[in-house]
Every structure is written in structure tokens, then in C-alpha cells.
Nanobody, 121 residues
Framework: QVHVEESGGGLVQPGGSLRLSCVASGSIFSINIMAWYRQTPGKQRELVARITSGGLTDYASSVKGRFTISRDNAKNTVFLQMNSLKPEDTAVYSC???????????????WGKGALVTVSS
């Protein structure tokens, strides 16, 4: 079994910073991509940022220059450093581990339950 769990959400003032963490646990050989998504009521879930096992990254245009994604392959952990936060960044942020290789499967995707980030004054 593979479990994905986010942490670090909370309330922050506009212009402030927050750091999200996500850990994939279980008997894991490798994870191809780790990514962050976000969703608000009435909107589709959108990709915020993703990173490959080799360190290649991409970002949504709305967060480029403000957010930074990074990962620790040895710990199967991904981070999202969020700076200069805006009210429109308020959302449930979910972590996804994609292309996960385990003893029982070659490539599977897993999702965490999400962490709420609220940007408000």
C-alpha cells in the first residue's frame, strides 16, 4: 500500500509565505513525478507545479515566480514553497505521486487528501 499525506496548510496574510510538505510512504522503488494541485469550490482542479525524479519542473502561470517546488527522492517527499501569497491562492492543495513503482505494480498514481490554504486579511 502507498499512502500520500500533505502537511503545512493553514491561514496566512496576503503577501505572506507558507511551505507545504508531502510524503509518499510504503514499499516504493521510485516515483516518476510528484505534483501539487489545487481546487476551490466551483472550479476545476488545476495543476500548480510538478517535478520529475530528475528535477525538471513546471508551474502554472499564475504562480510562476512566487512558488517553488522541490523534492527529496531519498525520502519520497515533495515541497511547495509559496511566497507573496494572494487571496486567490486560497484553495485545497493536494499532492500527487505519479508513476509510482512498487513491488506489486510498475506505474500507479496516488493522491493525498489535501491541505487547506487560506490567504486572508
Amino acid at each position: 500500500q502507498v499512502h500520500v499525506e500533505e502537511s503545512g496548510g493553514g491561514l496566512v496574510q496576503p503577501g505572506g509565505s507558507l511551505r507545504l510538505s508531502c510524503v509518499a510512504s510504503g514499499s516504493i522503488f521510485s516515483i516518476n513525478i510528484m505534483a501539487w494541485y489545487r481546487q476551490t469550490p466551483g472550479k476545476q482542479r488545476e495543476l500548480v507545479a510538478r517535478i520529475t525524479s530528475g528535477g525538471l519542473t513546471d508551474y502554472a502561470s499564475s504562480v510562476k515566480g512566487r512558488f517553488t517546488i522541490s523534492r527529496d527522492n531519498a525520502k519520497n517527499t515533495v515541497f511547495l514553497q509559496m511566497n507573496s501569497l494572494k487571496p486567490e491562492d486560497t484553495a485545497v492543495y493536494s499532492c500527487s505521486a505519479q508513476g509510482v513503482h512498487t513491488p506489486s505494480s510498475y506505474s500507479m498514481d496516488y493522491w493525498g487528501k489535501g491541505a487547506l490554504v487560506t490567504v486572508s486579511s
